[in-house]
C-alpha cells in the first residue's frame, strides 16, 4: 500500500485518479519541514521521516507559488508567507510589475527504502539536493541527526500563468490570485483544476514510472 502523506483527503483521491483506486491512502504524519531554497530537498526530507515512521512505501509533496520577477518569491516558502502576509500582500507586491508572469511548482518524492535505477530524475546521497535534504554527515556519511540518507525518487510538475487581481470562490490559497488561460485556479471546479494542476502533472510522472515499481 503506498501511503501519501497529508493531511488533506482531497490529494489522495487526486492520487487515486491516476493510480489504481484502492491503491493508495492517507498517512497524517508531522514530518520536520527543513528550511531550504527549493521544492526537492524538503520534500525528500520529509519522504525520508514518513518512510521510517510508517515502514512503507511513502509520497510526499510540497508546492508552491514562484513569481518570476520576484526572484521566484514566494516559492518554497509560500505557506509561512500565506499564513504572515496573506495572498492579498502577495498581489500586492506583484501588482506593479512589469512582468506579472508566475507558476505553481510541485515536487513529489518517493522513498520505499529501496535504491533507484540511475536517471535523470533519481535521487541518491551523491546528489547536492539529497544531501541537502540528508543534513550535515559524518565521513561514513551519518549524522547526528539522521542515518545515512535512503534513496528518494522525485517528480516535479509546472503550471504557468500569471499573477492576477482575485477572482473567483474556489479553491484555497493563492488560486484567487493565479491564473491560467483565461481562469483562476479558484474559478476552476475540482475535476479541471486537477486536470492542469501542477501537482496533477507531477502525479501523471510518478504514476508512469510506479507502474513498473
Not at 29 to 53: C, K, M, N, V
Not at 78 to 103: K, M, Q
Amino acid at each position: 500500500m503506498l501511503r501519501y502523506v497529508t493531511t488533506n483527503a482531497g490529494k489522495v483521491r487526486e492520487a487515486e485518479s491516476y493510480l489504481a483506486k484502492g491503491s493508495v491512502s492517507q498517512l497524517d504524519f508531522d514530518y520536520t519541514e527543513i528550511q531550504a531554497g527549493s521544492l526537492g530537498p524538503i520534500a525528500a526530507r520529509g519522504a525520508r521521516e514518513a518512510y521510517r515512521h510508517a515502514d512503507e512505501p511513502v509520497l510526499v509533496d510540497d508546492a508552491g507559488l514562484f513569481i518570476e520577477a520576484l526572484d521566484g518569491f514566494p516559492g518554497p516558502y509560500s505557506a509561512y508567507v500565506e499564513d504572515t502576509l496573506g495572498i492579498d500582500r502577495v498581489r500586492e507586491l506583484a501588482r506593479d510589475l512589469e512582468d506579472p508572469r508566475a507558476a505553481f511548482r510541485c515536487t513529489l518524492a518517493y522513498c520505499d527504502g529501496e535504491g533507484f535505477a540511475a536517471s535523470p530524475d533519481a535521487v541518491d546521497r551523491g546528489d547536492r539536493a539529497a544531501a541537502a535534504a540528508a543534513g550535515p554527515t559524518d565521513a561514513d556519511g551519518s549524522n547526528e541527526r539522521e542515518p545515512a540518507a535512503l534513496p528518494v525518487k522525485l517528480f516535479e510538475g509546472y503550471v504557468p500563468g500569471r499573477i492576477v487581481s482575485p477572482r473567483g470562490d474556489g479553491g484555497f490559497g493563492y488560486d484567487p490570485i493565479f491564473e491560467h488561460g483565461d481562469e483562476t485556479f479558484a474559478e476552476m471546479d475540482t475535476e479541471r483544476k486537477n486536470a492542469v494542476s501542477h501537482r496533477g502533472r507531477a502525479l501523471e510522472k510518478f504514476a508512469e514510472w510506479y507502474a513498473d515499481r
